[in-house]
């Protein structure tokens, strides 16, 4: 099929390859015209393991193309919504991109058309959508909306389109479920076990998966704290817990913090839909919170173990990515942790293989160095906040060198600690016994 695809952010570009690598064609289209002039060059403007190599393929074969045109090309039977749901002023999930996004398709697209909506929908998100078609209908047929949340992992996420845990999508109108269900039929080489429910329900089913998710890393992170403090392991103790299937060891690993565009915004959208329906939930409530306040303590630790205050210090921040294998830094701990340490009197340097860039974008008062040695030079202390398999290979030698003082905190468990006690370094980690 021909498909027509809305928004080249992570997610739409992980979705355009993977509906190209099934052999469909894919027309990109994306409002920001340098990004689409990259992507168009063959490069990917996101870094995601594999990305670049597979634009590059899917477009030589012919089954990838970009362009700045809103209007689906003729032919083309489906329009995939991936743009962006940012928090804007009425809270998190703003549904204005996607609105305008499916409101200007409703209008340019025939009515055998079908409009998937990928990006992530606030609960009310399906009955806005289906006024806009209410409102179209009343000029004659147009195309169905259907829904389609996403929920790959970003650093994973051409390997998670390949191997969905499962399909999910929503109809707007009962009359609308053959087509929901052929919408998740464009997934069947995929093998994937598949949901075709109402809007509301799937809408339900994304937010509730993510707060679920961000609820294990606030209890892994908890637990943490608690290991420090009884001195006990995180890691032996999440290993354990996760041997219960009926638990299970994913996304029970403790760090310094939940990040990213989805869990965090998520994490507060679901208490802010339970207040407006009147339904107290302070389970869910307490998640953001907990991951707060897992930074400030944190922080606080460092500055336990470093033995001066942390005023006047300096501190190099190893990691900035919300996690390894990407260069998002949206919602990153590491970036929190850097406003917490400043605000507390440190001065940060930071150093990430892959997002320099946006970090300094994202926090323009955020010095970096071009390596780990260069954002060691003159610190007190190393806080390692993503777990880049990179920072395994550091050379603690020239990093002692570097550093005005001997601490190294490890916030991941991602470095190798004899050698940076070889080095003469002082190592200590999150929830981890020395
Ligand atoms: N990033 C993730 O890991 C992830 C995972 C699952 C679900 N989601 C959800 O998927 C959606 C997209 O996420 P993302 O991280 O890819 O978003 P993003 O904000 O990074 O990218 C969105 C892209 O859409 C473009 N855009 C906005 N309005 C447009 C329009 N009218 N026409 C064409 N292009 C337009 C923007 O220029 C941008 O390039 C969000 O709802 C998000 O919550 C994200």
Redesign the pocket.
């Known amino acids: 099929m021909h498909l027509f695809l809305?928004?080249?952010?992570?997610?739409?570009?992980?979705t355009a390859v993977g509906f190209a690598r099934l052999g469909h064609r894919v027309t990109v289209?994306?409002?920001?015209a340098p990004?689409i002039a990259t992507l168009a060059a063959g490069r990917s403007?996101?870094f995601e393991p594999g990305m670049e190599d597979a634009i590059r393929a899917e477009s030589a074969a012919g089954r990838l193309a970009f362009t700045?045109d809103?209007v689906p090309p003729a032919g083309a039977g489906c329009s995939i919504?991936?743009?962006?749901?940012?928090t804007g002023p009425e809270g998190p999930?703003s549904t204005e991109?996607?609105e305008?996004?499916v409101a200007?398709l409703l209008e340019s697209a025939p009515p055998d058309h079908v409009i998937v909506v990928?990006?992530?929908?606030p609960v009310e998100g399906p009955d806005r959508l289906d006024r806009l078609v209410e409102a179209r209908r009343t000029h004659g047929p147009c195309p169905t909306v259907i829904t389609n949340?996403?929920?790959?992992?970003?650093g994973a996420?051409l390997r998670d389109f390949d191997a969905p845990s499962r399909v999910v999508t929503g109809w707007l109108r009962p009359g609308d479920r053959d087509a929901a269900q052929a919408v998740a039929d464009l997934y069947a080489p995929l093998n994937a076990p598949t949901l075709v429910a109402d809007a509301r329900s799937v809408a339900l089913i994304?937010l509730a998966s993510?707060v679920f998710l961000a609820t294990k890393i606030a209890f892994a992170n908890e637990l943490a704290r608690i290991c420090d403090a009884v001195g006990a392991d995180v890691d032996l103790v999440t290993a354990g817990v996760g041997m219960d299937d009926r638990i299970g060891r994913a996304f029970l690993s403790a760090g310094p913090g939940i990040g990213?565009?989805?869990l965090p915004?998520?994490a507060l959208a679901l208490p802010l839909l339970s207040a407006r329906a009147g339904v107290p939930t302070p389970l869910i409530d307490a998640v953001s919170g907990s991951n707060a306040s897992h930074q400030r303590a944190v922080v606080a630790r460092l500055g336990s173990l470093l033995g001066r205050p942390l005023a006047g210090s300096r501190v190099a921040l190893l990691g900035l990515a919300f996690k390894a294998g990407t260069d998002?830094v949206?919602e990153s701990p590491a970036l929190a942790l850097a406003r917490e340490l400043r605000a507390a009197g440190a001065a940060v340097t930071g150093y990430d293989p892959q997002a320099r860039e946006t970090a300094r974008r994202a926090d323009p008062q955020l010095e970096t160095g071009t390596d780990p040695v260069e954002a060691a030079r003159g610190a007190d202390a190393v806080l390692v906040a993503t777990e880049w398999a990179e920072f395994r290979g550091i050379d603690w030698a020239a990093m002692r060198r570097a550093m005005a003082g001997d601490l190294v905190y490890d916030t991941r468990n991602v470095v190798d600690a004899r050698a940076a006690r070889a080095a003469g370094l002082r190592v200590e980690m999150l929830g981890r016994r020395a």
């Open positions: 809305v928004g080249a952010g992570p997610v739409g570009l992980v289209s994306d409002i920001d990004r403007p996101i700045t809103p919504v991936c743009v962006g749901t940012p999930l991109q996607v305008h996004a200007g990928r990006s992530t929908l949340p996403e929920f790959m992992r970003e996420g994304k993510n990213g565009s989805c915004e998520q998002d949206r």
